[in-house]
């Protein structure tokens, strides 16, 4: 058997897919795509804002001269190349024109939301050597101020709103200062002529520890993938892409390049907003995580069950013959998560003949009001990312006439290392590599190379990868080796064709289908501390919450119980805790989460949607090492159908 190690530099069609984009190979940094976007489009719309404090729309050209007026506002602030500027603020025109701003002077910008913890943002000022800070309005100043965040900065750039006239703790500028409107927007800064290799931006990732990493990224590190992201999706110019992820973050960054490059509009919106949105926008794109993707399908169910019974039966099996055309077309394809035999695929050709007609008369009559009622009804394509994407969601917009395509990477590589294609969907994977990336699965002991289908650590190198986590030269060393590989912490198996399929995480990090990341450790360590909990693991890898597998103390179990005024024999009907009753269980949820909530920088996140009660870990069962660390793999094996009870699955 061949190796699981696949150097991918693309195959026919993905070839034949970039050669139809525009050439950005020229390119020294993103900041140059604006001045050719702008002779190329013109007054064609770039940016549309309609909601928040400053709602507003630009075209390509109307953003290309924000960005040069920008730059030159920032510039006469003292601010220059190899500047770090801090900028936490939310989704919209101005976030996007101070960031390509900033790459226009040779300068990076170290990004965060500012919903963040005011600890976690203090601590990034601190660790990226910020020389100004760039907020949403004046919210975070005192805050920030009472950490001693501010002290040595040149200046605060406030987005929207108006200085606190009385706060002399550091310079504040508003947005009209730095942008005056009764100027002239020229001469403007031309891109900045310098190497691929400069520090384009800092991101940092999410920390439950007050000690988030930094990940610088280069211009070649995003240059890569706007020109190699085209394998995935062909936009044209004038297409709409609604905007609902934080704009700072990875994913959201280099999709909103990449179809910003082919001359789409972004349209920025916020959750409240979303689904006036999708029928104000009616996007051609949408990318999200998967807990989006779950709450559409979601809204889909709560509709159909307030329709009259006869249409309910007619939708309901109208889906399920449409999902089996799509499921046969894909076995005749081998377009499955295990290779098909010819015989198989031959079945599924006709399992597809069979049910072609009720699927080409539902496609014709039914799926393009549910399409319009979901998304706007212009919606082909959609990309998740950040997480696992249920297999029943896939099937469902598939069924439908929408294309999911999945993307898989992580911060440290800008994000994306591998993607489904529209023409290689195989639904329950990770998709093939992008081109100039290379995958290899290795036992997570010995560092050997795995064969294909065998399940072990997946390790990623490609011009996308980072070179290493800022002023963490430890941290650096264990992902990345001497030779550029980069240990993803994840767990999967590659497929002959370069599908890579993922199947866990090595590391303890667990990620929620809204694509937050959730360190466990230190969440288990505040749980543990309580007179209720003897030992705890945290679940919830691509689940809506984290939940608990618990092992109780009797006796402050008992005494819970008695407050709540249940007797032994109701408290626990089977003699065990493990049976324990229901409203106990409410009760110990409650009791737990407050304790979370009482952490200093807690996130929303960080909250318990269940728990389960469990049999103890020990050396003796194999659930603890000799030095008594859990064997989370193996818990979670043993526990498996309290997890699967715990979200609902079984």
């Not at 590190?221 to 394998?231: F, M």
């Not at 006869?310 to 295990?338: M, T, V």
Request: contains cysteine; neutral net charge; aromatic residues 6%.
């Amino acid at each position: 058997m061949a190796e699981a190690w696949v150097q991918w530099r693309g195959d026919r069609m993905d070839q034949q897919a970039l050669a139809n984009q525009p050439d950005w190979s020229q390119l020294q940094g993103i900041d140059g795509l604006w001045p050719r976007l702008a002779q190329a489009h013109g007054s064609l719309q770039a940016l549309d804002m309609a909601h928040g404090p400053a709602p507003e729309t630009l075209s390509f050209e109307e953003l290309h001269q924000r960005i040069g007026a920008v730059a030159a506002g920032l510039a006469r602030h003292g601010i220059g190349e190899g500047d770090v500027v801090a900028l936490f603020a939310e989704n919209g025109p101005r976030w996007l024109a101070v960031d390509q701003g900033l790459m226009r002077l040779g300068a990076a910008a170290a990004v965060r939301g500012s919903n963040a913890p005011v600890e976690e943002l203090a601590y990034i000022l601190q660790d990226c050597g910020a020389k100004a800070l760039v907020l949403e309005d004046a919210s975070l100043l005192l805050p920030l101020r009472d950490c001693g965040a501010l002290n040595g900065l040149r200046f605060v750039l406030l987005l929207h709103g108006e200085p606190m006239s009385w706060f002399t703790a550091v310079t504040q500028l508003s947005w009209e200062v730095l942008v005056p409107a009764n100027t002239s927007l020229k001469p403007q800064l031309e891109p900045f002529d310098g190497s691929p290799s400069r520090i384009a931006t800092i991101l940092y990732t999410s920390g439950t520890t007050g000690r988030p990493k930094g990940v610088p990224l280069t211009q070649a590190n995003l240059l890569h993938q706007v020109q190699n992201l085209g394998v995935a999706v062909s936009p044209k110019p004038g297409e709409r892409v609604l905007s609902v992820l934080p704009i700072w973050h990875a994913y959201e960054r280099s999709a909103g390049y990449l179809l910003l490059s082919r001359g789409c509009c972004q349209s920025y919106t916020n959750l409240r907003q979303f689904k006036g949105d999708l029928q104000r926008v009616r996007p051609h794109y949408l990318i999200s995580v998967p807990r989006l993707w779950e709450a559409l399908h979601g809204g889909f169910l709560n509709a159909l069950e307030g329709m009259p019974a006869a249409k309910r039966n007619l939708i309901s099996s109208a889906l399920r013959l449409s999902a089996l055309h799509a499921k046969g077309l894909r076995r005749w394809r081998d377009l499955l998560d295990q290779p098909t035999s010819p015989s198989e695929r031959l079945g599924g050709l006709v399992v597809a003949g069979l049910t072609a007609l009720p699927a080409c008369l539902a496609a014709r009559l039914l799926w393009p009001a549910v399409r319009r009622q979901l998304a706007g009804g212009r919606l082909g394509t959609a990309i998740s990312g950040g997480g696992a994407l249920p297999k029943h969601i896939d099937a469902f917009f598939e069924a439908i006439g929408i294309e999911l395509l999945v993307g898989y990477g992580l911060t440290e590589t800008s994000p994306v290392l591998s993607c489904r294609r529209r023409w290689a969907n195989r639904r329950g994977s990770a998709g093939r590599p992008l081109p100039g990336t290379e995958l290899r699965i290795v036992d997570p002991d010995s560092g050997a190379t795995r064969q294909l289908g065998e399940r072990g650590l997946v390790m990623a190198r490609g011009p996308q990868v980072m070179g290493g986590y800022l002023n963490r030269p430890e941290a650096s060393a264990a992902v990345l080796d001497g030779d550029g590989w980069f240990n993803t912490g994840d767990l999967g198996h590659l497929m002959a064709d370069g599908s890579l399929f993922l199947t866990g995480r090595a590391k303890d990090t667990i990620v929620l289908t809204s694509g937050e990341n959730i360190e466990p450790g230190p969440l288990e360590d505040e749980l543990a501390a309580s007179d209720l909990v003897e030992q705890v693991m945290l679940v919830g890898q691509d689940q809506r919450q984290l939940g608990a597998l618990l092992v109780p103390r009797p006796e402050a179990l008992a005494a819970l119980a008695a407050e709540l005024g249940l007797e032994p024999a109701q408290a626990w009907p089977d003699g065990s805790p493990a049976g324990a009753d229901a409203a106990l269980r409410k009760a110990l949820v409650a009791r737990l989460n407050r304790r979370l909530a009482d952490r200093p920088g807690a996130r929303p996140d960080e909250r318990l949607g269940g728990v389960a009660l469990v049999e103890p870990f020990s050396i003796e069962n194999g659930l603890l090492t000799q030095t008594l660390k859990q064997r989370r793999d193996r818990i979670s094996e043993r526990d498996a159908a309290a997890i699967a009870a715990l979200y609902g699955s079984v």
